[in-house]
């Protein structure tokens, strides 16, 4: 059974800091790719930032310079540390991954972290 399991949600003043992490179980899948997205209220979800397993990353310009993601290939974990955090970056953070078994692609998400920020 794949899992995701997302912590590190908080409230924070703006220009403060947060780490989120992510565990991801995922047995008989091959992962390819780690990252986050991200829901304001009343808006769509958006693209955050990905890591390969090649260690290869990008991001949204909205984060660039103030945002890092990282991971932990033996524990399947992936970070994201995020720096000078602003109002607008308030949102419910979801962690996902790309895997592969066979032939086949699929996409697994976790159940979300709030992060607030206040100004």
């Known amino acids: 059974q794949v899992q995701l399991v997302e912590s590190g949600g908080d409230l924070v003043q703006a220009g403060g800091s947060l780490k989120l992490t992510c565990a991801v179980t995922?047995?008989?899948?091959?992962?390819?790719?780690m990252g986050w997205y991200r829901q304001a209220p009343g808006k769509e979800r958006e693209f955050v930032a990905t890591i390969s397993i090649d260690k290869s990353t990008n991001y949204a310009d909205s984060v660039k310079g103030r945002f890092t993601v990282s991971q932990n290939k033996a524990r399947n974990t992936v970070y994201l540390q995020m720096n000078n955090l602003k109002p607008d970056d308030t949102a419910v953070y979801y962690c996902?991954?790309?895997?592969?078994?066979?032939?086949?692609?699929?996409?697994?998400w976790g159940q979300g972290t709030q992060v607030t920020v206040s100004s």
């Open positions: 996902y991954t790309k895997t592969r078994r066979g032939t086949e692609l699929y996409d697994f």
């Open positions: 995922a047995p008989r899948f091959s992962i390819s790719a």
